[in-house]
């Protein structure tokens, strides 16, 4: 399978979050839907039975691993990726399985312009003072 290189999977879904425009008709708007717990993945809980494709059903939008934590997925516009120690992000096949994911079907909220951000750090420090709190998934 070929990949292409990304920039750090933290980076790519924050510009995704106020760059994308993604967006889907179906009625669990709002919702976030996630399949296991990060506590089963602490307690070794590692293969899951969920394929991707189910996945898929439950938003377009979303981070999660694979069976036997084989790397980190990321989920824009629909399609998943598989991020490995590499760099690269791999395309995913929909019979692969995740034991932990969290997706929800993204929609825009608000739209705003970055100013004079030159570097990660100054982005970083942007984004984190639009936050109403650091204790709530923000898609």
């Known amino acids: 399978m070929k990949g292409f290189c990304l920039l750090p999977a933290v980076t790519f879904l924050v510009i995704a979050i106020f ?3 993604c967006s889907n008709s179906q009625a669990n708007k709002e919702v976030l839907f996630q399949t296991s717990t990060f506590g089963a993945l602490l307690k070794g809980v590692y293969d899951g039975n969920m394929t991707f494709k189910e996945l898929k059903t439950h938003g377009d939008f979303g981070t999660g691993t694979f069976n036997s934590l084989d790397g980190e997925m990321a989920e824009l516009a629909g399609e998943f990726y598989q991020m ?5 992000a791999y395309p ?13 079907f993204f929609e825009v909220d608000e739209s ?26 923000m898609p």
């Open 112 to 137: 705003l312009v970055l100013g004079n951000v030159s570097d990660y750090n100054q982005l970083e420090q942007y984004l984190d003072s639009l936050l109403p709190t650091e204790n709530i998934f």
């Open 19 to 21: 760059a994308s425009g």
């Open 92 to 104: 995913v096949d929909d019979s692969m399985k995740t034991p932990f994911a969290a997706v929800t």
């Open 84 to 88: 490995k120690a590499d760099g690269v």
